[in-house]
């Protein structure tokens, strides 16, 4: 059974809308009564891939862009060093 459901409700009874869609029904999320998205359960294929197979589909169809280097991707940055008192105390003191 397909059910509609505003992105409100679904945010606020999100566990019970997956538990839903888990038992085999579908959702089609609307925005203001305009339907912008649908959920449905995975089927016996798309559960059994790996993310690697699910991301390489997605790429083939033009979705995604796969990154260009294998391995681990890290986003920390050295921190900068800099002179004078640190941002938190300046901001506390403006506060004042």
Do not use: C, W
Not at 53 to 61: G, H, I, S, T
């Amino acid at each position: 059974p397909m059910q509609n459901v505003g992105i409100r409700d679904l945010k606020s009874r999100l566990t019970h809308y997956l538990r839903l869609v888990k038992e085999g029904g579908r959702l089609v999320v609307t925005d203001r009564r305009k339907p912008i998205a649908l959920i449905r359960p995975l089927d016996d294929t798309e559960a059994k891939a790996s993310v690697e197979e699910r991301l390489a589909v997605l790429a083939k169809q033009g979705k995604i862009r796969l990154p260009l280097k294998k391995g681990r991707f890290d986003l920390k940055t050295p921190p900068i060093k800099v002179k004078g008192k640190p941002l938190s105390r300046i901001i506390i003191e403006d506060r004042r």
